[in-house]
Nanobody, 123 residues
Framework: QVQLVESGGGLAQSGGSLRLSCAASGRTLSSYTMGWFRQAPGKEREFVAAIRWSGGSTYCADSVKGRFTISRDYAKNTVYLGMNSLKPEDTAVYYC????????????????WGQGTQVTVSS
């Protein structure tokens, strides 16, 4: 079992920055993929970014490339999503997820999910 707890969400102005954290516990993540997804009101959940715990390969959605950065801290067992140049359309609940395979955009491949953290970007 893996437990995931997100933090760092809140209110930001357009053009501003936030950093989300996802603290993981429960088992080793060495073979896992860690991902961030988001869901805006009335919309489907969508992939944002992912990182392989071992090796650090990353993959980001086109909509956030150049603005968002995913990273991990081994010592803290934590994954981060740095978000810069925020836009109102980034407003959503952001979810952290963990899964054993490297198909980063496929939500069904993620076995564990956090509760989500709200990000609101005002124009």
């Amino acid at each position: 079992q893996v437990q995931l707890v997100e933090s760092g969400g809140g209110l930001a102005q357009s053009g501003g920055s936030l950093r989300l954290s996802c603290a993981a516990s429960g088992r080793t993540l060495s073979s896992y993929t860690m991902g961030w997804f988001r869901q805006a009101p009335g919309k489907e959940r969508e992939f944002v970014a992912a990182i392989r715990w071992s090796g650090g390969s990353t993959y980001c959605a086109d909509s956030v490339k150049g603005r968002f950065t995913i990273s991990r801290d081994y010592a803290k067992n934590t994954v981060y999503l740095g978000m810069n140049s925020l836009k109102p359309e980034d407003t959503a609940v952001y979810y952290c997820a963990a899964g054993p395979s490297w198909r980063p955009t496929t939500s069904a491949d993620y076995a564990y999910w956090g509760q989500g953290t709200q990000v609101t970007v005002s124009s």
